[in-house]
């Protein structure tokens, strides 16, 4: 029997794992980020955002494996909108999970938070990703020209978004 792939809650537990992920230089350019994130200041973070109503943070799992990061961050509910986030663990990407983790995102943000609009950013030359959002339902709403400075070049960004009726006129 398959183990299930679903979304929990991240836990001060996963931290080290959070932890490996951050300081991954490969990971990180994608989030355009420097791979650089101490121990301490993750912790400081999660003590900080254990009850933020804007944000949600998920551990991606299959079993009791840890295959990724899932984020609803900028939750704002005036609006009924958030971005999307997701980090896979490089040993498990090329299996699925992206797309698997991708709805379990949106069934969570359009039928638990009731949003309006999920969006996500994500650098023009990530194909793979464009790939499995387009899949997903997402289109590109825009694109932001020379947005982020990556291994010493200017990366172009796609902001893509997934509105809650296209989502449920789907499923």
Same mark, same amino acid.
């Given at each position: ?5 679903? %979304?929990?809650? #991240?836990?001060?537990?996963? %931290? ?25 200041? #993750?912790?400081? !973070?999660?003590? /900080? ?7 949600? $943070?998920?551990? #991606?799992?299959?079993?009791?494996? /840890? %295959? ?31 797309? /698997? ?13 009731? #949003?309006?609009? %999920?969006?996500?950013?994500?650098? !023009? ?13 997402? !289109?590109?709403?825009? !694109? ?11 990366? $172009?960004a796609v902001i893509m978004c997934m509105f809650q009726e296209d989502y449920f006129s789907m499923n």
């Amino acid at each position: 029997m398959d183990e299930e792939i679903g %979304l929990r809650t #991240l836990e001060k537990e996963d %931290l080290e794992f959070i932890h490996t992920l951050h300081n991954n230089a490969d990971i990180m350019s994608y989030w355009f980020e420097e791979a650089y994130k101490s121990m301490a200041t #993750l912790k400081d !973070q999660y003590d /900080k955002n254990m009850s933020n109503p804007h944000v949600r $943070h998920f551990i #991606l799992k299959k079993g009791n494996k /840890k %295959l990724g990061l899932v984020e609803l961050v900028a939750i704002d509910p005036i609006h009924r909108k958030a971005e999307f986030t997701i980090m896979i663990d490089p040993t498990y990407q090329g299996n699925g999970y992206a797309s /698997k983790a991708t709805c379990l995102a949106m069934d969570y943000a359009f039928s638990t938070l009731n #949003l309006h609009k %999920l969006y996500l950013i994500v650098d !023009q030359i990530n194909e793979k990703a464009i790939h499995i959002y387009k899949k997903a339902g997402f !289109q590109i709403e825009a !694109q932001l020209k020379d947005e982020y400075f990556v291994n010493g070049t200017y990366h $172009h960004a796609v902001i893509m978004c997934m509105f809650q009726e296209d989502y449920f006129s789907m499923n």
